[in-house]
């Protein structure tokens, strides 16, 4: 045996000949430690012997020990700002607050949402967090979605690519939410609409206020809440809408809870659960600026004030809102907005919800879309019709009587009315 | 002509310095016995280079290019040389251990080598196809990857086949000595699979060097039991044969690129697969009998796996990371042009020209260096220096994971079942994952 190691291109004889041939018959066996041919017993030599019982122990046992002991590991806690790129596929639990979530794609039915938390010198660092489809069914199960503002523990696998790190959750139990902005806010007293300032942009906040008007969209629902001035606008998400199935009136007192944000040049929350969005009284059709003014004089429901108005007859009349129709808040698809001149509208008024009447006065087909070019005889203002709105639709022919709803934009220094649905738009005789 | 214009334009020289430095480089990590080079190119890059702050990032992909084109072609001669068969151990021998055995050692590596060669050439060609039809089979196979990812497990597990010789009077005596073999495969893969839900679960080395988790793993299924095995081997290496001429025709050239690169697409396009089961596929798809075949084949899919599996993360717009390298490129990677590709694929022609220039030499030396040096040292001294290398960078649980994955890949060998099973450290998890059924089982393991 030495003699051969000392010579490595020696020739394969001694111990290796009696490793691999029956010392009874002499036949080749191989790694067989009993002679296929005459059963005799060719013992291997001790080191596989030793290592066959090696491997048999450290693969089980060792495994179960390994697992045992992998079983009591407690995820490390880590800053976001540690994570770099040797941290890569690390499991990590990372706590923080939610800066923003988007929820459940409707498509792909994954899961993303990015939480923050403040580095040592107190500038946020964010990280995303993000599911796929099958562990996020399980996540939507048990109800731990994270919404905007809630405080969570997150456990999961660190992926960095192009210099920022993401974390990817496996399982449910990875995600434990340790406080849901909801709760937090309605611990605190809730604010008077007007209240709401600058300095709440980002933080949830519950306010309780009376419903001064209701606007469908395609996309949800707004809410303007009465504080004195504009109305503080409560964004409520179509599908958030659909599973409310409430009917919202003017004067209505409610309760909304939700994340402050900046829209234009005011604020507006935006509601992201069901429990976010309350009725605490039903009103009584109360005074709203944007009624019709028989709404305003009536006692009854915004819907039986705007059906009753004799200022705008059944023929210049757009069937509804039709959004508000599909969201299951019922209010507002009987709103009948005023008629507003072309000229009075203003850049101000962007974001604005207007109703005009006009003649068509020009089209421009875009690739996305239609631009009409509407005129009243006090100016000329385009309404924006994009493909998902006007397809379908008849194009009307130049000099057409249009009545168009929609809501105030201003694209490229150009004011645009840009309809909601294709109901917004109807030509009259 | 024309891709090499625009290789070797002045302003993309660097590029092609630091391609050769990875080619020159590959040889030398080569050498290292039992480390596979992702293990060896993650150290080496993060801890040894400190890449981001004197690379940038076309720079250091030239040089991971043209390390891991010169590994896929050079890594074939210590993998010959350093580990002769041994009878005594293996049920059987393969063909290039076989020729290594008869002194043919060397045209066994030629063959390798021309059959990488092949394959890469073969890539290149067909790169300019791939922009288009690869983001649409992106879209099209992956709903489909976990199926894919547990028919190959079927495929592992079923392949597996009896090797028992003896007959004994007793019933039993013979269904045991028939399903002994099998079972032990598939205990194999069992116990792999396991392993790799722990890893992948719960993270047991310092996070702050967390991309090497899968280091000690590697190391202990493949590295450490082929060095033991060495060290325990009786077999020795035969006077070698220097041929000047190589038996291979032209159909045999083409029949083995093409299974080849059938492989070794496979196996770089699906996640997780190795070259290993590529090309087990493949040759039993395309019928391979010959053992010159077999050889030249295992070098297309071997060389196409890897340069492939890595070449697919540059493919703009694709977005695909396939393969240790790409993972361990991926936080510093930046959108590719089709400029940026273009030159990546003459490098690839680059590094396998000058990679198949350097086999010959390459090989003499070792030779030279086997018959001086017994591999029974070599092994020890590689296998002194691998358990602390391991402490170092993954601590006290790194070397946990590495003696219990030890034992796992020692399984195979001495029981005689193929270490193709050992694939099931990640083919198991990540299929779990992927079917949506990760979680349960990390469950009823305890670990969530």
């Given at each position: 045996m030495e003699a051969e190691r000392g010579n490595p291109l020696a020739l394969p004889t001694g111990e290796y000949k009696t490793e691999t041939h029956c010392p009874s018959c002499g036949r080749f066996v191989g790694i067989s430690e009993r002679c296929p041919y005459c059963r005799a017993l060719t013992r291997k030599r001790l080191s596989i012997r030793v290592f066959k019982v090696i491997a048999v122990l450290t693969s089980t046992i060792g495994l179960a020990i390994l697992l045992f002991f992998a079983q009591t590991i407690k995820t490390p806690e880590v800053k976001i700002n540690q994570l770099?790129?040797?941290?890569?596929?690390?499991?990590?639990?990372?706590?923080?607050?939610?800066?923003?979530?988007?929820?459940?794609?409707?498509?792909?039915?994954?899961?993303?949402?990015?939480v923050q938390q403040p580095d040592s010198m107190g500038e946020p660092c964010t990280i995303r967090v993000f599911a796929y489809a099958k562990t996020v069914v399980e996540i939507e199960k048990s109800n731990k979605v994270p919404m905007d503002g809630d405080q969570i523990s997150v456990?999961?696998?660190?992926?960095?690519?192009?210099?920022?790190?993401?974390?990817?959750?496996?399982?449910?139990?990875?995600?434990?939410?340790?406080?849901?902005?909801?709760?937090?806010?309605?611990?605190?007293?809730?604010?008077?609409?007007?209240?709401?300032?600058?300095?709440?942009?980002?933080?949830?906040?519950?306010?309780?206020?009376?419903?001064?008007?209701?606007?469908?969209?395609?996309?949800?629902?707004?809410?303007?809440?009465?504080?004195?001035?504009?109305?503080?606008?409560?964004?409520?998400?179509?599908?958030?809408?659909?599973?409310?199935?409430?009917?919202?009136?003017?004067?209505?007192?409610?309760?909304?809870?939700?994340?402050?944000?900046?829209?234009?040049?005011?604020?507006?929350?935006?509601?992201?659960?069901?429990?976010?969005?309350?009725?605490?009284?039903?009103?009584?059709?109360?005074?709203?600026?944007?009624?019709?003014?028989?709404?305003?004089?009536?006692?009854?429901?915004?819907?039986?004030?705007?059906?009753?108005?004799?200022?705008?007859?059944?023929?210049?009349?757009?069937?509804?809102?039709?959004?508000?129709?599909?969201?299951?808040?019922?209010?507002?698809?009987a709103i009948e907005l005023p008629c507003t001149s072309l000229a009075s509208i203003t850049k101000e008024m962007a974001g604005q919800a207007v109703r005009v009447v006009g003649v068509l006065n020009k089209i421009v087909a875009y690739k996305t879309g239609v631009k009409l070019i509407v005129a009243d005889g006090s100016a000329l203002v385009a309404v924006w019709m994009p493909n998902e709105i006007s397809a379908g639709l008849p194009i009307p022919t130049e000099g057409a009587k249009l009545s168009v709803e929609g809501v105030v934009a201003v694209y490229k220094d150009e004011i645009q009315i840009q309809p909601r649905d294709a109901g917004d738009m109807s030509v009259l005789p | 002509m024309g891709v090499l214009e625009f290789v070797m334009h002045p302003t993309n020289l660097d590029l092609v310095y630091f391609c050769l430095l990875g080619v020159l480089l590959s040889g030398f990590v080569s050498f290292l016995p039992a480390l596979h080079m992702y293990n060896v190119l993650g150290i080496f890059l993060l801890f040894v280079l400190k890449f981001e702050q004197t690379m940038t990032y076309m720079q250091l992909s030239?040089?991971?290019?043209?390390?891991?084109?010169?590994?896929?072609?050079?890594?074939?001669?210590?993998a010959t040389y350093l580990g002769p068969g041994d009878e005594s151990l293996s049920y059987y021998i393969l063909p290039g251990a076989q020729y290594m055995a008869q002194g043919k050692g060397f045209e066994s590596i030629v063959l390798t080598g021309i059959g990488a060669l092949g394959g890469l050439i073969l890539l290149a060609a067909i790169a300019p196809i791939f922009l288009w039809i690869l983001p649409g089979l992106k879209i099209i196979t992956a709903p489909h990857i976990f199926w894919i990812l547990g028919?190959?497990?079927?495929?592992?597990?079923?392949?597996?086949?009896?090797?028992?010789?003896?007959?004994?009077?007793?019933?039993?005596?013979?269904?045991?000595?028939?399903?002994?073999?099998?079972?032990?495969?598939?205990i194999t893969f069992c116990l792999s699979g396991v392993l790799g839900c722990i890893v992948m679960a719960k993270t047991m080395v310092p996070h702050e060097c967390a991309f090497l988790s899968i280091l000690p793993v590697f190391v202990g299924l493949f590295a450490i039991p082929w060095l033991l095995t060495n060290i325990i081997n009786v077999g020795v290496i035969p006077p070698q044969h220097i041929s000047k001429s190589i038996d291979l025709d032209w159909e045999l050239f083409f029949r083995g690129?093409?299974?080849?690169?059938?492989?070794?697409?496979?196996?770089?396009?699906?996640?997780?697969?190795?070259?290993?089961?590529?090309?087990?596929?493949?040759?039993?798809a395309t019928a391979q009998r010959d053992s010159r075949l077999f050889i030249m084949s295992y070098g297309t899919c071997k060389a196409v796996y890897y340069v492939g599996s890595f070449f697919l993360f540059f493919i703009p717009g694709l977005s695909l990371s396939r393969g240790g390298l790409a993972w361990i490129l991926m936080p510093m990677a930046t959108t590719i042009t089709p400029q940026e590709y273009a030159i990546f694929v003459g490098l690839i022609l680059f590094a396998a020209g000058i990679s198949f220039l350097l086999l010959m030499p390459f090989t003499r030396l070792c030779i030279a260096l086997v018959e001086k040096i017994d591999y029974h040292k070599i092994s020890l001294i590689a296998l002194i220096g691998l358990v602390p290398m391991i402490y170092v960078y993954t601590g006290i649980g790194g070397l946990m994971i590495l003696a219990v994955s030890t034992g796992i890949g020692l399984l195979p060998v001495m029981f005689q079942a193929r270490r193709l099973n050992l694939a099931g450290v990640l083919l198991l998890p990540v299929c779990l994952n992927m079917a949506g059924y990760g979680s349960d089982v990390l469950r009823l393991l305890g670990l969530l």
């Amino acid at each position: 045996m030495e003699a051969e190691r000392g010579n490595p291109l020696a020739l394969p004889t001694g111990e290796y000949k009696t490793e691999t041939h029956c010392p009874s018959c002499g036949r080749f066996v191989g790694i067989s430690e009993r002679c296929p041919y005459c059963r005799a017993l060719t013992r291997k030599r001790l080191s596989i012997r030793v290592f066959k019982v090696i491997a048999v122990l450290t693969s089980t046992i060792g495994l179960a020990i390994l697992l045992f002991f992998a079983q009591t590991i407690k995820t490390p806690e880590v800053k976001i700002n540690q994570l770099g790129p040797l941290s890569n596929f690390a499991h990590v639990r990372i706590i923080g607050t939610v800066d923003r979530s988007y929820g459940v794609h409707p498509q792909w039915k994954s899961l993303s949402f990015t939480v923050q938390q403040p580095d040592s010198m107190g500038e946020p660092c964010t990280i995303r967090v993000f599911a796929y489809a099958k562990t996020v069914v399980e996540i939507e199960k048990s109800n731990k979605v994270p919404m905007d503002g809630d405080q969570i523990s997150v456990d999961g696998q660190v992926r960095f690519q192009k210099d920022s790190p993401s974390l990817l959750v496996n399982a449910p139990e990875h995600i434990s939410i340790i406080k849901r902005a909801e709760d937090a806010a309605a611990e605190k007293p809730p604010l008077e609409p007007g209240k709401v300032a600058a300095e709440h942009v980002g933080k949830i906040v519950t306010v309780k206020g009376a419903v001064g008007d209701v606007v469908g969209f395609p996309r949800g629902m707004l809410i303007r809440l009465e504080d004195g001035g504009q109305g503080l606008a409560v964004w409520i998400p179509s599908k958030l809408a659909d599973d409310l199935n409430m009917a919202i009136q003017a004067g209505d007192l409610v309760l909304a809870s939700g994340k402050v944000k900046p829209y234009k040049d005011s604020l507006e929350i935006e509601v992201f659960t069901q429990t976010g969005f309350k009725v605490i009284s039903k009103g009584k059709g109360g005074p709203s600026q944007e009624l019709p003014p028989a709404g305003r004089e009536s006692e009854g429901t915004v819907e039986e004030a705007a059906m009753g108005s004799g200022d705008s007859g059944p023929s210049e009349t757009p069937e509804s809102f039709g959004g508000a129709s599909e969201t299951g808040l019922t209010a507002s698809s009987a709103i009948e907005l005023p008629c507003t001149s072309l000229a009075s509208i203003t850049k101000e008024m962007a974001g604005q919800a207007v109703r005009v009447v006009g003649v068509l006065n020009k089209i421009v087909a875009y690739k996305t879309g239609v631009k009409l070019i509407v005129a009243d005889g006090s100016a000329l203002v385009a309404v924006w019709m994009p493909n998902e709105i006007s397809a379908g639709l008849p194009i009307p022919t130049e000099g057409a009587k249009l009545s168009v709803e929609g809501v105030v934009a201003v694209y490229k220094d150009e004011i645009q009315i840009q309809p909601r649905d294709a109901g917004d738009m109807s030509v009259l005789p | 002509m024309g891709v090499l214009e625009f290789v070797m334009h002045p302003t993309n020289l660097d590029l092609v310095y630091f391609c050769l430095l990875g080619v020159l480089l590959s040889g030398f990590v080569s050498f290292l016995p039992a480390l596979h080079m992702y293990n060896v190119l993650g150290i080496f890059l993060l801890f040894v280079l400190k890449f981001e702050q004197t690379m940038t990032y076309m720079q250091l992909s030239s040089l991971a290019i043209g390390m891991m084109v010169g590994y896929s072609i050079l890594n074939t001669v210590p993998a010959t040389y350093l580990g002769p068969g041994d009878e005594s151990l293996s049920y059987y021998i393969l063909p290039g251990a076989q020729y290594m055995a008869q002194g043919k050692g060397f045209e066994s590596i030629v063959l390798t080598g021309i059959g990488a060669l092949g394959g890469l050439i073969l890539l290149a060609a067909i790169a300019p196809i791939f922009l288009w039809i690869l983001p649409g089979l992106k879209i099209i196979t992956a709903p489909h990857i976990f199926w894919i990812l547990g028919a190959v497990i079927v495929y592992i597990i079923l392949s597996e086949w009896p090797k028992g010789v003896s007959q004994s009077r007793s019933n039993w005596a013979n269904f045991f000595e028939g399903w002994g073999f099998i079972s032990v495969g598939f205990i194999t893969f069992c116990l792999s699979g396991v392993l790799g839900c722990i890893v992948m679960a719960k993270t047991m080395v310092p996070h702050e060097c967390a991309f090497l988790s899968i280091l000690p793993v590697f190391v202990g299924l493949f590295a450490i039991p082929w060095l033991l095995t060495n060290i325990i081997n009786v077999g020795v290496i035969p006077p070698q044969h220097i041929s000047k001429s190589i038996d291979l025709d032209w159909e045999l050239f083409f029949r083995g690129t093409f299974g080849g690169f059938l492989g070794g697409f496979f196996s770089a396009f699906i996640p997780i697969l190795t070259a290993g089961v590529g090309g087990l596929m493949a040759g039993h798809a395309t019928a391979q009998r010959d053992s010159r075949l077999f050889i030249m084949s295992y070098g297309t899919c071997k060389a196409v796996y890897y340069v492939g599996s890595f070449f697919l993360f540059f493919i703009p717009g694709l977005s695909l990371s396939r393969g240790g390298l790409a993972w361990i490129l991926m936080p510093m990677a930046t959108t590719i042009t089709p400029q940026e590709y273009a030159i990546f694929v003459g490098l690839i022609l680059f590094a396998a020209g000058i990679s198949f220039l350097l086999l010959m030499p390459f090989t003499r030396l070792c030779i030279a260096l086997v018959e001086k040096i017994d591999y029974h040292k070599i092994s020890l001294i590689a296998l002194i220096g691998l358990v602390p290398m391991i402490y170092v960078y993954t601590g006290i649980g790194g070397l946990m994971i590495l003696a219990v994955s030890t034992g796992i890949g020692l399984l195979p060998v001495m029981f005689q079942a193929r270490r193709l099973n050992l694939a099931g450290v990640l083919l198991l998890p990540v299929c779990l994952n992927m079917a949506g059924y990760g979680s349960d089982v990390l469950r009823l393991l305890g670990l969530l």
